[in-house]
Every structure is written in structure tokens, then in C-alpha cells.
């Protein structure tokens, strides 16, 4: 079954593209069939619809109901095991 992740930042470009390419890189070491849809954090809520994980860049203040996981580590580098490990553990439960 496909999974749908938000990859989302402030302008749908520029950090939501590197978290975007590393969630696809590790749905398809782990053989997951994911769905991508980048958006800016503004457009979430128009987007949830199937959604099984959010993964934004930057502060999100609101509760959508769905896992959220920070990308911030995929852009800094610090903690991406973790964040890895966290995404996983979303889409595989």
C-alpha cells in the first residue's frame, strides 16, 4: 500500500527538496511505496488527505492528527540516524 508523506518548508523549494529526495532514498532502501507531496508548511491542511506521515523543515505549531517528524535533521546533518529510524518506524507500523 502506498504511503503519502507532506515533506514541507516555508517556501516548497529549497529544504523541502533535500528532505523530500532523502524520504524516497529511504523508502526504497526499505522497500516502502511512498508518495511524495511537498508543499509549504501554509498548505498542509489542504493536503492531509491519505497522509501518513508530515516531515516538515521547519516549526510547525499545529496539530494535524498525523505523525509528524522534523526533516530539519536531513538539512544539518545532526540526528539524521535518529530521524531515519523515527520515519521508519511511521511507515512500516
Known amino acids: 500500500m502506498k504511503k503519502k508523506v507532506i515533506v514541507c518548508c516555508g517556501g516548497a523549494v529549497a529544504t523541502s527538496t533535500i528532505a523530500a529526495n532523502?524520504?524516497?532514498e529511504i523508502c526504497k532502501k526499505n522497500n516502502i511505496d511512498v508518495e511524495i507531496c511537498q508543499c509549504r508548511i501554509s498548505e498542509i491542511g489542504s493536503n492531509l488527505s491519505?497522509?501518513?506521515l508530515i516531515v516538515p523543515t521547519s516549526r510547525v505549531k499545529r496539530d494535524y492528527g498525523v505523525p509528524?517528524?522534523?526533516g530539519m535533521?536531513?538539512?544539518s546533518g545532526i540526528g539524521a540516524d535518529k530521524t531515519e529510524a523515527a520515519?521508519?518506524?511511521v511507515?512500516?507500523?
Open 68 to 70: 509528524l517528524i522534523t
Open 91 to 93: 511507515l512500516k507500523g
Open 22 to 24: 532523502k524520504v524516497v
Open 73 to 75: 535533521p536531513f538539512i
Open 50 to 52: 491519505g497522509a501518513s
Open 87 to 89: 520515519i521508519l518506524k
